[in-house]
Nanobody, 118 residues
Framework: VQLQASGGGLVQAGGSLRLSCAASGSAFRFYYMDWYRQAPGKQREVVASIRSGGGAFNYADSVKGRFTISRDNAKNTVYLQMNSLKPEDTAVYYC????????????WGQGTLVTVSS
């Protein structure tokens, strides 16, 4: 499985972005998918997770009510809809694929930069 994240960019506070993570290979639908982010000087943070069948879970407290993870297994793509963006959401966002119940990633993408200006 290869992952390609896209959709990042520069947005003003309060704005929205939709990130996409396109996967190659038919095994995508078997994996749990995470969106996680890394900001300069901060630890990596899992933003949201979604089960292979589509149930979302594990939203970070900092994004609850603002971000929504979803997936389309027919398109081999996972999405992150980000609304009401804040400057503290600025980070490189990555998607990762892991086997159910595992915490380590089997595959991850190259990341897409999200910059939120105040």
């Amino acid at each position: 499985v290869q992952l390609q994240a896209s959709g990042g960019g520069l947005v003003q506070a309060g704005g929205s972005l939709r990130l996409s993570c396109a996967a190659s290979g038919s095994a995508f639908r078997f994996y749990y998918m995470d969106w996680y982010r890394q900001a300069p000087g901060k630890q990596r943070e899992v933003v949201a997770s979604i089960r292979s069948g589509g149930g979302a879970f594990n939203y970070a407290d900092s994004v609850k009510g603002r971000f929504t993870i979803s997936r389309d297994n027919a398109k081999n793509t996972v999405y992150l809809q980000m609304n009401s963006l804040k400057p503290e959401d600025t980070a490189v966002y990555y998607c990762g694929a892991r086997k159910p119940k595992n915490l380590e990633y089997d595959y991850w993408g190259q990341g897409t930069l999200v910059t939120v200006s105040s």
